[in-house]
């Protein structure tokens, strides 16, 4: 009877140290930090808008250890009225513009920063609500943010276009996802001055150049 119970335990124990091996490496949303919104900049003398652009995703695996070197693409396929830069101005970001993402890998604590540049396509043209993006880690969904811009003409960096796009917008639909600036869930006059913020800043002064020019936008 004891060499059965041994042997029950072996099993158990293998069993669980299987189990345990299946979880490591596999990308846990649950476990994994992304951000609720991602905001789509533009840039100044070649210098990206971290300020208001910048987002860390941290990607853990099931039994919540960080996953080093783990492909982080961050998709915009579902945004119609969003393009991306195809020169991101940063040489560890990979861009495939006929998928619309944007791929970086993590280090060894799990982390990857990025800064998207990117814009809109006018006033008038938004048709993306909240928590259109995606963000996959290792080809596992990990996160469904909302996706919003500041240069919502997709021109001549952020200036008085945009600022018409956002009014059209917040009279438009309270839940287009590129104007919700502050993220609470709808637009707002407190978007508002998170525009204001960002054209006064002056960071952000520079769009995509426009297609088919080297370093030009994603097709919208």
Do not use: H
């Not at 393009?83 to 991101?88: A, F, P, R, T, V």
């Not at 990990?142 to 960096?157: E, F, H, N, Q, R």
């Not at 769009?207 to 919208?220: F, K, V």
Request: proline letters at 5%; charged letters at 15%.
């Amino acid at each position: 009877m004891t060499g059965l119970v041994r042997k029950a335990t072996l099993l158990t124990a293998a069993g669980l140290l299987v189990a345990s091996a299946a979880m490591a490496g596999v990308p846990s949303e649950g476990n994994s930090t992304k951000p609720a919104c991602i905001g789509l900049v533009g840039s100044v003398a070649g210098v990206p808008d971290a300020a208001a652009g910048q987002f860390t995703v941290v990607v853990r695996d099931l039994a919540n250890n960080p996953l080093n070197g783990a492909s982080v693409v961050i998709d915009f396929s579902l945004c119609d009225d969003i393009g991306i830069c195809l020169d991101q101005l940063d040489v560890d970001a990979l861009v495939n513009c006929p998928a619309k993402t944007v791929r970086k890998f993590t280090d060894v604590t799990g982390s990857v920063t990025f800064t998207v540049l990117g814009g809109s396509n006018g006033a008038g043209l938004a048709t993306t609500l909240r928590n259109g993006g995606r963000i996959y880690a290792n080809g596992t969904l990990i996160g469904s943010p909302t996706v919003v811009a500041y240069d919502l003409d997709g021109l001549a960096g952020v200036g008085a276009n945009d600022l018409s796009a956002w009014l059209t917008d917040f009279g438009l639909d309270p839940d287009i996802g590129r104007s919700d600036l502050d993220c609470d869930g709808s637009v707002g006059a407190n978007d508002l001055s998170f525009w204001l913020t960002e054209f006064g800043n002056g960071t952000s002064a520079a769009s995509c150049a426009p297609p088919p020019a080297p370093g030009g936008t994603c097709l919208l």
